[in-house]
């Protein structure tokens, strides 16, 4: 076997334009982690947002990766553990969300399960639940 991991985006790599993995794909991505391969799914949306992905590939079961929030949090699917988080600090959060507001460029966070979406939803953006701005909360 040439690779020992392969390393997947979700949108146009992993799925076709309906967001779909396609039989033949799946089915090629089994047989890889049959032989022994790792696949590991990179993507910038959350963790809930990969796992049925995950869960397709059977990634618990062959011991492949999720790689959420580009790279920030890395989950071992078969054991659970985050082997990789590195957060922003939120000491810089008051000052990048006041830079953020003057741009009106658009700006997504987490806590937990709730996204936090500031300077309003795009097509990008979907608001699980309302909750506060991390501005409000430090207040």
């Not at 790599?13 to 396609?22: H, R, V």
């Not at 990048?96 to 987490?110: A, H, L, P, Q, S």
């Amino acid at each position: 076997m040439k690779y020992k991991i392969m390393v997947l985006d979700i949108d146009g790599t992993l799925t076709n334009s309906e967001k779909k993995i396609t039989p033949k794909t799946h089915d090629a991505l089994i047989d890889y982690q049959e032989r022994g391969g790792k696949i590991a799914i990179a993507s910038g949306r959350p963790t809930k947002g990969i796992l049925p992905y995950a869960e397709k590939l059977d990634l618990k079961k062959y011991g492949g990766f999720i790689m959420a929030f580009n790279g920030g949090k890395i989950i071992n699917c078969q054991s659970g553990e985050t082997v990789f988080s590195a957060n922003l600090p939120l000491k810089f959060l008051p000052e990048i969300c006041d830079e953020v507001y003057k741009t009106n460029i658009g700006i997504n966070t987490y806590e937990g399960d709730c996204l936090i979406a500031g300077n309003g939803v795009n097509e990008y953006t979907c608001l699980l639940y309302t909750s506060p701005s991390p501005r409000d909360r430090q207040k």
